[in-house]
């Protein structure tokens, strides 16, 4: 059974309506040690990769290189997700780490995410033989960290295009109604909802503003990377991949949503 996520004496008169968006994520604890092997799920280094099987790259050749992998056997089982298979993320060695300056993330173009639905079978190919990339959020990208999964709820995050659709009190009738100003009362959203952290599941940290539209049925966080860890997008910044809900049943992440802002 899962705690009531922590609400300040302010945000109270909100619960009800918040209540209605708690959400199952499992939060990634990122480890000193590495992994026992390259089938684990890992942060940065090499991912187990499938013997006579291409190796990811742009459309120009370039070769793309490791951020996550995450082995579904690793994680809670409350997500919904299918209880095996291998997803891979990977990006370019560029400085917008495979967006173009647009924010364009239609076509995996400058990153890939892959998924193995029947997890790491068959003999692992030898790690390919890359020079260390340039522009990369991890400090040490080739060095692998392992990944722990601890289960967690939380509510709807206050930058989620979703948060503005609440039922609820607005920001002016919290304020009066605990006798603080109404700049206390948005310190306090930011701090309660603000949705940080790495993790599967759960509602997104947008930096700016939610790019999301209402009809776009990528609805489920598949990998939210936060700035700490080792890890730095832009100022600060997070990144996300986002999913239909029902992509990986059907063993398909060629619609994957990937976004990252700067603080």
């Known amino acids: 059974m899962f705690d009531v996520p922590a609400l300040p004496v302010l945000l109270q008169p909100m619960r009800a309506a918040l209540e209605t968006t708690r959400m199952p994520l499992a939060r990634l604890i990122v480890q000193v040690e590495r992994p026992q092997d390259r089938m684990r799920s890992q942060l940065g280094g090499w991912p187990w990769w499938p013997e006579g099987t291409a190796w990811p790259t742009t459309p120009g050749g370039a070769p793309l290189y490791p951020l996550a992998q ?31 300056y647009t924010g364009q993330t ?18 692992a190919a030898a790690a390919p033989n890359l020079p260390e990339p340039q522009e990369h959020p991890l400090a040490a990208p080739l060095r692998p960290r392992a990944l722990a999964f601890l289960p967690d709820t939380e509510y709807v995050s206050v930058s989620d295009y979703r948060f503005e659709l609440l039922p609820a009190p607005t920001v002016g009738e919290l304020a009066r109604h605990a006798g ?21 599941g759960g509602y997104p940290l947008f930096r700016q503003d939610d790019p999301r539209s209402p009809d776009d049925d990528r609805t489920f966080l598949l990998l939210q990377l936060d700035s700490h860890d080792g890890l730095m997008w832009g100022d600060a910044g997070t990144a996300q991949f986002f ?9 398909d992440v060629s619609d994957v949503r990937y976004i990252w802002q700067s603080a």
Do not use: C, M
């Open 70 to 100: 995450i082995n579904l056997e690793d994680v809670p089982p409350k997500l919904g997700l299918p209880r095996r298979g291998l997803v891979q993320f990977f990006i370019e060695d560029s400085r917008s780490y495979g967006l173009d």
């Open 106 to 123: 239609e076509g995996q173009n400058g990153w890939r995410v892959v998924f193995w639905k029947d997890g790491p079978t068959g003999p």
């Open 180 to 200: 603080v100003t109404e700049g206390a009362v948005l310190w306090a959203l930011d701090e309660a909802l603000a949705g940080e952290g790495h993790k599967v």
């Open 243 to 251: 999913v239909a809900p029902d992509a990986l049943q059907r063993g």
